[in-house]
């Protein structure tokens, strides 16, 4: 039980620093971007240009801040879950990891919601023309890459079940 304890306070700090990281760097694009000055990084490629995002990802579901704040609520609710419930093997480490890179994303983009009413966002790739996106947004689209490669490649079918803390009916074939 110290070692699910330890494991515990490491997530939480570890989440909390990857959301003060991601909080400043919101703050440094309003604070030097809001104007409607972007600073080129590499010219026709990459920028940093201010937005506003009042919906999901790429832009989807604009306006919809209650439902975006559910279900946020309750993915972190899930994600803190499984993070508990998950076995303290070498092998999961990477588990709570990946859940750690979610948590934090889900929070940072969360906070903005409920203190702005909509997300900061502030990378743009101008070369393809990619959805401008932050900080959190990396920390997720990273934990789900490595969620979808660890659990194709790395965990089995009886790991998944001792990962996740509830039963998933399987259908049966006719």
Not at 18 to 25: A, K, S, V
Not at 57 to 72: D, E, H, R, S
Not at 99 to 109: E, K, S
């Amino acid at each position: 039980m110290k070692e699910k304890k330890i494991s515990c306070i490491i997530g939480i700090a570890s989440s909390i620093l990857l959301l003060i990281l991601d909080q400043f760097t919101k703050y440094l694009a309003s604070t030097y971007l809001k104007d409607g000055h972007s600073i080129v990084l590499v010219k026709g490629v990459f920028q940093l240009h201010y937005l506003e995002n009042r919906g999901a990802a790429f832009g989807m579901m604009q306006g919809m801040k209650p439902w975006l704040v559910a279900g946020t609520f309750l993915m972190l609710i899930l994600m803190i879950i499984v993070y508990w419930k998950s076995p303290m093997e070498k092998k999961f480490k990477w588990a709570r990891f990946i859940l750690i890179l979610l948590t934090a994303g889900a929070l940072g983009n969360l906070v903005d919601r409920l203190a702005l009413d909509y997300v900061v966002d502030f990378f743009y790739f101008e070369l393809i023309n990619f959805p401008i996106f932050n900080v959190a947004d990396i920390y997720v689209s990273c934990g789900m890459v490595l969620l979808v490669l660890f659990f194709l490649f790395y965990y089995k079918d009886e790991d998944i079940e001792r990962l996740i803390p509830f039963k998933i009916r399987k259908r049966n074939k006719v």
